[in-house]
């Protein structure tokens, strides 16, 4: 796999009144061309900040660590300029987020901004060609009538299509690298399996490489290669997708997954959800993150943080009782030993 992004130690932190919220504790990853990787994890688990390090939009009370690195396409991108970044933000690696609402301009006609966003990077196109970059993008995106809609403000878009302008717009100047921050959480879910189904067409056609991060494993078993799975500032699991969902190697991926709503919901209507809450990350756990809400937690899972394993192919996870002298009893890695 050829890597676009490689992600090495990335540390955030943000610097608080109330302390020091390390709300990414030290992440590596790949990837590739053309993927689609997801970050899957509950809430305030630091999949926002780790994906928003990368192109720094981030508040100035946050820090990066000096150690940490973000390679993109053979550059080195924790060193540049806020100038420099602006070069590569929106044009080679763009976002969309989860409210479109916030990111649109609600005085600005919604054709204007697409073409706002392909004039910073293209002083050259003349207004004729920019209004027909705009209408073929809108074309791409499926958004019907589109020469009467361009000329439209966002308060008169419903969510789906200010969401498909926002998708336009991410992809206006072909970015090597679209990241897609839970564009379809506000969405209801017809609208929400359109937009997956779309975004997976868009990436096909254009060959960019996506990560698409979602507190909902259903979702990313329906776009994603390959997932990561965070908890506490921290990467618990990797796997390719289709391997996560036959055998999950981690407990909090277990209890993810009873989450889901297709497989899991009882008759009330009502989600299994994990038990108990994510910790605080002023004062994150010293062991596992997870271990004061795991039902397989043992003593040492509290002392210290397990070590990645290798479960093969762009596969790991850090669990202690995946370790090979970790005991039988009680440990769903080993049902067999345990019979
Ligand atoms: N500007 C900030 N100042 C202080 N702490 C912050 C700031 N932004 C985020 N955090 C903290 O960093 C941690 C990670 O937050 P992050 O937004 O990355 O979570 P998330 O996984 O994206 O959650 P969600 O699913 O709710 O979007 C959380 O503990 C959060 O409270
Ligand atoms: S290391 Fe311990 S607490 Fe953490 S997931 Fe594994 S068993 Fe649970
Ligand atoms: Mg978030």
Not at 111 to 117: H, P
């Amino acid at each position: 796999m050829e890597a676009i992004l490689t992600v090495n130690n990335l540390k955030t932190t943000f610097l608080t009144g109330s302390g020091a919220v390390q709300a990414v504790r030290g992440i590596s990853f790949q990837v590739g061309k053309g993927e689609i990787v997801g970050i899957v994890g509950e809430s305030g688990s630091g999949k926002s900040v780790s994906s928003m390090s990368i192109l720094r939009l981030l508040p100035g009370t946050a820090r990066i660590d000096r150690e940490s690195s973000i390679v993109f396409d053979g550059q080195e991108l924790t060193g540049l300029t806020p100038k420099q970044l602006r070069q590569i933000r929106g044009k080679r690696i763009s976002m969309i987020f989860q409210d479109p609402m916030s990111s649109l301009n609600p005085l600005i006609p919604v054709g204007k901004q697409v073409e706002e966003m392909l004039k910073i990077h293209h002083k050259e196109l003349t207004r004729e060609q920019l209004r027909r970059q705009v209408l073929e993008l809108f074309g791409q995106v499926r958004i019907p009538e589109p020469e009467k809609r361009l000329k439209e403000f966002p308060h008169q878009f419903s969510g789906g299509m200010r969401q498909r302008v926002m998708i336009a717009m991410a992809l206006a100047n072909k970015p090597d690298l679209l990241i897609a921050d839970e564009p379809t959480t506000a969405l209801d879910v017809t609208i929400q399996d359109q937009i997956l189904k779309q975004l997976r067409t868009l990436q096909q056609e254009s060959g960019a490489s996506i990560i698409f991060i979602t507190h909902d494993l259903g979702v990313v078993a329906e776009l994603c290669q390959r997932v990561l799975v965070m908890y506490g500032g921290l990467i618990m699991e990797e796997a390719p997708i289709d391997d996560l969902f036959e055998n999950p190697g981690h407990p909090y991926t277990m209890g993810l997954m009873a989450s889901i709503p297709a497989l899991n919901q009882d008759k009330t209507g009502r989600l299994p959800s994990i038990p108990g809450s994510p910790p605080d990350m002023t004062n994150p756990p010293q062991g596992c993150p997870f271990a004061p809400r795991c039902p397989y937690a043992r003593k040492i899972c509290a002392a210290q943080c397990p070590p990645y394993v290798s479960l093969g192919e762009n596969r790991r996870s850090m669990c202690w009782l995946l370790q090979p002298d970790a005991p039988a009893e009680n440990n769903p890695f080993r049902k067999e030993a345990a019979r």
